[in-house]
């Protein structure tokens, strides 16, 4: 059975500092993976996604992940956070035909 | 291009009674997916249309319902709702084997 695993619920960070959020992963093949973006009562925003090639992929507002098929994770990383990064995060993956399935979200606040 | 928009944004339902969520999807896009979000958890797959059939569903009972239009946009009708159905419902809509797929707003529903 597939499902997609968050194991941070929460994680604060200094407004400067590195972000990493982690992202485990079960599929029975090469899974198509998301990260989204969640602002309070808003909907989801696609950060990035990873279909195949290179295992480092460029989002958007400065975000990357990283795919790796060894640990399956999917890491989502920004190397220096700004106060408006504070939000709900959420990895996903999917089948050809966008059926999501996501993980719990970590909630990432910033501090000054 | 206008992108998805979902209607009402908020609303407030007694127990027992139906309700009707609406989706417009985003132009060019011929599938429509419907999540269920509760406070505090990921997003679950409620079901999916394309080309106004149903094209897979998730853990939710029959009294989860929708359906599809000519234009796209597509309708999620709950019957006799439950205190449990309050939250977030997401319209996600993504063109026919395409896995990337665009979130709306959200209709924030409150069963009381």
């Known amino acids: 059975a597939q499902s997609v695993t968050q194991p941070d619920i929460h994680i604060t960070v200094s407004e400067g500092a590195s972000l990493e959020l982690r992202c485990n992963y079960s599929?029975?093949?090469?899974?198509?993976l998301f990260w989204y973006v969640q602002s309070p009562g808003q909907g989801l925003q696609l950060l990035l996604k990873y279909f195949s090639g290179d295992t480092l992929v460029q989002g958007i507002k400065g975000f990357e992940a990283e795919f790796k098929r060894s640990q399956s994770s999917f890491n989502l990383r920004k190397p220096s956070v700004h106060w408006s990064d504070a939000a709900e995060y959420f990895c996903?993956?999917?089948?050809?035909?966008?059926?999501?399935?996501f993980g719990a979200g970590t909630q990432v606040v910033v501090t000054p | 291009e206008t992108g998805v928009t979902q209607s009402p944004t908020h609303l407030i339902k007694t127990r027992g009674q139906q309700v009707t969520l609406r989706c417009s999807s985003q132009s060019g896009h011929n599938t429509v997916s419907w999540y269920q979000q509760a406070l505090g958890q990921g997003p679950q797959f409620i079901f999916q249309?394309?080309?106004?059939?149903?094209?897979g569903r998730g853990n939710f009972p029959p009294r989860f319902s929708g359906l599809q239009f000519p234009n796209y946009s597509s309708e999620l009708n709950v019957n006799a709702l439950e205190l449990d159905d309050s939250a977030l419902y997401l319209c996600?809509?993504?063109?026919?084997?395409?896995?990337?797929?665009?979130f709306g707003q959200g209709t924030r529903l409150t069963v009381v």
């Open positions: 599929y029975g093949a090469t899974p198509y």
């Open positions: 996600a809509s993504s063109a026919a084997g395409n896995t990337e797929a665009f």
């Open positions: 249309y394309y080309r106004e059939e149903e094209n």
């Open positions: 996903a993956l999917t089948d050809s035909w966008g059926k999501l399935q």
